[in-house]
Nanobody
Framework: QVQFVESGGASVQPGGSLRLSCVGS????????MAWYRHIPGKGRELVVE???????VYPDLELVRFFVSRDNAKNTVYLTIGTLRPEDTGVYYC?????????WGLGTQVTVSS
């Protein structure tokens, strides 16, 4: 069974940064594109950034390029470094494959940006 466990979320002030981690289990993800998603209150779940099998980030919105994604295939782990956090980044962050495996969403990790 494929599972994802996200961690690293915290409460931070605007302008701060965070590094989120996601460990996958249940199969080898090295041949999958992976992605980070987030659920913003009142907006639903949205794609933040995809990382392809070659390790390149693919952004659906150029406003999100301050979200740096990386992966360590040996550890089945994907990372998201968020710089210059804004209050509108508040939400729950998830990882999954891209496109996502519908029945494999983890619990996510909460990011709260507030002064």
């Amino acid at each position: 069974q494929v599972q994802f466990v996200e961690s690293g979320g915290a409460s931070v002030q605007p302008g701060g940064s965070l590094r989120l981690s996601c460990v996958g289990s249940g199969r080898d993800f090295s041949r999958d594109s992976m992605a980070w998603y987030r659920h913003i209150p009142g907006k639903g779940r949205e794609l933040v950034v995809e990382i392809n099998t070659e390790g390149a980030g693919v952004y659906p919105d150029l406003e999100l390029v301050r979200f740096f994604v990386s992966r360590d295939n040996a550890k089945n782990t994907v990372y998201l470094t968020i710089g210059t956090l804004r209050p509108e980044d508040t939400g729950v962050y998830y990882c999954n494959t891209y496109p996502p495996l519908r029945d494999s969403w983890g619990l996510g990790t909460q990011v709260t940006v507030s002064s």
